[in-house]
């Protein structure tokens, strides 16, 4: 045990895990089932669509909701029954919920009061986390007069100053501007190594999660759609939510047909027709990524072992680094990604192209 | 610039002079020559402070002093002590008495603490009502109106409201994830109270605490009617009346009063002062709030009816005042009649008539005042504008009685040549200007409120299509304006026919009272008591019918129009 009288964390299993978790409100279900397992020291993100459970879920572990059904593990213990300040759990808020009749230095030293840590030890601790947040200077101000990202700061070091054994994020960098945004998900990953504190993220973000995450939960109504990481996710998605939640895909429904005794996916117009591996007999849709493809002039030449398709560019979008091209194949509009040079000039709309493509890059899904 | 903005509006210019000189000849010249007087030595007219000093040498103005204190301190506190629950539960607990507590609002301005004073005096009086049942179970006797405290408990009954409404705004600002990051830290129960809640919803508490004790430091009606008179209003009153105009005690005394109602005003600011607590974040709201268990619903549902039954105490009591025969040393009226009634109207009908009189007018100037300075502080960069707003704001810090005695010093020496040389400053249309100016914040609130949600295109529109300043004013601004015009009426109205402080001092014959006058005057004697009630019956009545016609035709008037209310 350490001074504060919570157990040390340093070395002990920090694990959380979920079995079984069904809640409601009213008549609304909006958990269905959730089992989860998130190792010590981990960096999990909960991603998913505004309504899709995740912000109840870390709620629910902060014990600011309660579960009809299921058990809430930290470590090797059921937490389920304790209210939230008997549990040793720090939440940052989305609104950060920085009191402003305090100081910063109140605000932090908060948590240690409430623990009846003795004074000289909060003033050490206080001074040595503000030190990490780099926040030392603005100790003596009040949130009011801080800016947001230093108010994001405050709010995580008032968090983990009481080395709580799992920190919870709702959606902590969404009051940043998009620069700021970069920078603290950096500094965040940075000290959650250092301190090698088990870590929730909560986000709709994908390149959030997938920028923090050592592993990810996609949760869509309710329900875990797929856990890995976050490479794994996009390489292989388990669903079509998935491969449209994670990074733009193009999508064919079709079916697997036999074409000379070799399995082929076929779409319901005929237009886009590849062969597919044996293993993905049922596959009801192949998906593949924009940058996967590449765009050629009708005329030009291809090299060998790439599929091949046919079609008339419909739109175009300049983003800077790529020309993103809308391009017809049969009754399909597909999306094909073309790094930008400076000075190039694009294909034109209307003009017939060829686009090759890698077969290892092509998902099959049977959903 | 300036000169272009007086170009740009020649005959607003002119309506703001006008409405500049109104308030300097009848709210700045008073209110100065008052504190003017307290500084004059009366026979030389020379500067001097012997007047505060024969103030604080006179062993009466010491206690008066000290007892008006307490008296504001006591029922700061004793309202607290009823807001706070009332207050906790409605922002606290899923609650069906949430509504009853928050209509609880709207009775003190429906009825003014010296109207009940003395029904109060019959329930919880030495012999009345509640001591004579307690006396028979228990044999005790509690002193619930003796002295000072008769004063603090009629006070605190009438205006807790106050507080307990701008308590409940404060915690309802606080956003929930306070109380949640707090107990995420290890905090809970009445700690997360003491160290959260309660520090948060402070400055809005503060609102409250100064304008009740405002309120209750400027009151005379109450400890008058309670025969209290030891207290700075009474004193100052009885001196002016009793000695005369000349007499510098109650100059003295006003400027008291004046100084004290600042000063509450001004450290309510100061505790407000770069504390915009409300917390709310989009899409949040309120303090986490959870279903009562049976038990807490009981105890709740039991601390409401008793604080519902002492509220309308005084209301029961003066209805029983006014229906009874004869009330002395009983727990009811020996009998019940219409008499009181039949008494007033046909005895002394003109309270009634000057009162609606009196009222109308003050509302009609004050409509108009406000309207105009509303228009011309939101609309036009006239120099001064911002002055004007907080001169025409500021008679909310002014005790009715301290006008009333600028009025009797400034208003005495001109004479009426066509009402017989009588005294301007007794003239009855100078109770009109008093209760104008006095209810005129009230108004300017309400129609600068209802200005600012029209907006500035629907007017620019209309002058585009070739609609001149006044027409476009005439035609857009002012029926757009007409829910907040009629609310500001309304207050002004409802508010102005109960006005007693004032009113006292500037009536100068019984025809020429008002309502409020004539409850006063019927109270001072036992057999008054059972007429006066049935004319504070009357009072409640015009005031209440009013208020709700008024609510009814904004709520429908808004609706028709799609306009939000805003507070």
């Known amino acids: ?40 020291g981990e960096f999990f993100v909960f991603l998913g669509p505004s309504g899709c459970g995740k912000t109840t879920l870390i709620r629910l572990i902060a014990g600011f909701e309660s579960a009809q059904a299921g058990e809430v593990r930290i470590g090797n213990q059921e937490v389920s029954h304790l209210p939230p300040w008997q549990r040793n759990v720090g939440m940052v808020f989305q609104s950060y919920a920085l009191w402003p009749h305090m100081t910063v230095r109140k605000n932090v030293a908060f948590g240690l009061e409430e623990r009846h840590v003795s004074r000289s030890e909060i003033k050490k601790r206080v001074d040595d986390v503000l030190d990490l947040v780099d926040l030392s200077d603005l100790a003596d101000r009040r949130p009011s007069q801080l800016s947001g990202g230093q108010q994001q700061r405050v709010a995580l070091a008032r968090t983990i ?30 000290l959650q190594r250092r301190l090698a504190l088990t870590t929730i993220f909560v986000t709709h973000d994908q390149e959030e999660a997938n920028t923090t995450a050592d592993r990810i939960a996609v949760l869509n109504d309710g329900i875990v759609q797929q856990v890995g990481s976050p490479m794994a996710l996009y390489d292989r998605p388990a669903n079509l939510f998935v491969a449209n939640f994670l990074g733009v895909a193009n999508v064919v429904a079709g079916a697997v047909v036999a074409q000379e005794s070799k399995p082929f996916f076929r779409s319901a117009d005929g237009s886009v027709v590849v062969p597919i591996g044996e293993s993905s007999a049922g596959a009801s849709h192949i998906v593949f990524r924009p940058q996967n493809i590449t765009i050629h002039l009708s005329d030009a030449k291809l090299p060998p072992g790439m599929l091949r398709l046919s079609g008339r560019v419909d739109h175009r979008e300049f983003l800077g680094s790529i ?40 998902i099959a899904l049977n959903q | 610039m300036a000169n272009s903005e007086f170009t740009k509006h020649p005959a607003l210019s002119l309506v703001m002079l006008l409405i500049a000189l109104f308030l300097i000849l009848f709210l700045i010249v008073p209110v100065v020559l008052v504190v003017f007087v307290a500084f004059q030595d009366v026979t030389t007219g020379q500067f001097t402070l012997i007047n505060f000093k024969d103030f604080f040498n006179t062993a009466l103005f010491r206690e008066s002093f000290w007892n008006s204190l307490y008296v504001g301190l006591m029922t700061v506190l004793v309202a607290s002590v009823f807001s706070m629950p009332l207050a906790y539960f409605t922002s606290r607990f899923e609650f069906k008495g949430a509504v009853i507590v928050q209509s609880l609002g709207i009775i003190p301005l429906i009825m003014p603490p010296f109207v009940g004073a003395v029904a109060m005096m019959m329930l919880f009086g030495r012999n009345g009502s509640v001591n004579l049942l307690l006396e028979e179970w228990f044999g005790i006797n509690i002193p619930f109106m003796e002295g000072l405290n008769g004063v603090i408990f009629v006070e605190s009954l009438h205006y807790f409201p106050f507080i307990m409404i701008n308590l409940s705004a ?54 008058l009617l309670l025969n209290v008179n030891n207290m700075l209003a009474p004193q100052a009153y009885l001196r002016i009346s009793t000695i005369g105009i000349k007499d510098p005690m109650g100059f003295v005394i006003s400027v008291f009063l004046v100084v004290i109602a600042l000063a509450s005003l001004w450290l309510a600011m100061l505790a407000l002062k770069g504390k915009d607590y409300a917390t709310v974040q989009k899409g949040g709201g309120g303090l986490s709030k959870r279903r009562m268990r049976p038990f807490e619903k009981v105890m709740a549902w039991c601390i409401i009816l008793l604080i519902m039954v002492l509220v309308l105490a005084p209301h029961f009591g003066l209805t029983l005042l006014s229906f009874g025969t004869i009330w002395s040393y009983s727990i009811l009226p020996d009998g019940f009649t219409l008499h009181n009634f ?226």
């Open chain 1, 161 to 190: 100053v009481i080395e709580p054994q799992v920190l919870l994020l709702d959606e902590p960098l969404s009051n940043l501007d998009a620069k700021l945004r970069v920078q603290v998900r950096r500094e965040l990953r940075q």
């Open chain 2, 342 to 567: 039949k008494a007033v109207f046909s005895e002394t009908p003109e309270y009634m008539t000057n009162t609606v009189l009196y009222s109308f007018l003050a509302g009609l100037i004050d409509v108009i005042l406000g309207t105009a300075i509303a228009y011309i502080v939101l609309r036009t960069r006239l120099v001064g504008r911002k002055v004007l707003d907080y001169v025409a704001m500021s008679a909310v810090a002014i005790p009715g009685l301290v006008i009333g005695i600028g009025y009797l010093r400034t208003f005495f020496a001109f004479r009426l040549p066509w009402l017989a040389d009588q005294p301007l400053a007794t003239w009855w249309f100078m109770i009109v200007i008093a209760l104008s100016i006095r209810r005129l914040p009230y108004a300017l609130r309400a129609c600068t409120a209802a200005l600012q949600q029209v907006s500035v295109s629907l007017e620019e529109s209309a002058e585009n299509l070739g609609a001149a300043k006044f027409a476009t004013i005439r035609k857009i601004v002012i029926p757009l304006m007409a829910g907040g015009i009629l609310a500001g009426f309304v207050t002004s109205f409802a508010t102005a026919a109960v006005e007693l402080g004032m009113t006292l001092m500037l009536v100068s014959t019984n025809a020429d009272g008002p309502l409020s006058y004539g409850i006063y005057v019927y109270m001072q004697s036992a057999a008054g008591r059972g007429p006066g009630a049935a004319l504070g019956i009357a009072a409640v009545f015009v005031v209440g019918v009013c208020t709700l016609i008024s609510h009814v035709f904004i709520d429908r008037r808004q609706k028709k129009l799609g306009m939000r209310q805003v507070g």
């Open chain 2, 170 to 223: 404060a915690l309802n600002n606080i956003d929930k994830s306070m109380e949640e990051s707090a107990q995420n830290l290890g905090c809970s129960g009445f700690r997360l109270f003491h160290r959260i809640v309660l520090p948060l919803a402070m400055p809005g508490f503060m609102a409250g605490v100064s304008l009740v004790f405002l309120k209750v430091f400027d009151d005379l009606g109450t400890p």
């Open chain 1, 323 to 362: 020309v993103r091209y809308r391009v017809a194949v049969g009754q399909h509009f597909l999306l094909v990604d073309a790094s930008y040079q400076r000075g190039e000039s694009p294909i034109t709309e209307g003009t017939l192209v060829t686009l090759s493509l890698n077969r290892e890059q092509i």
């Open chain 1, 1 to 40: 045990m350490n001074p504060n009288g919570q157990a040390d964390t340093s070395h002990a299993n920090t694990g959380v895990t979920l079995e079984g978790i069904s809640l409601s409100f009213g008549r609304t279900q909006v958990l269905k089932g959730i089992d989860l397992k998130i190792n010590s």
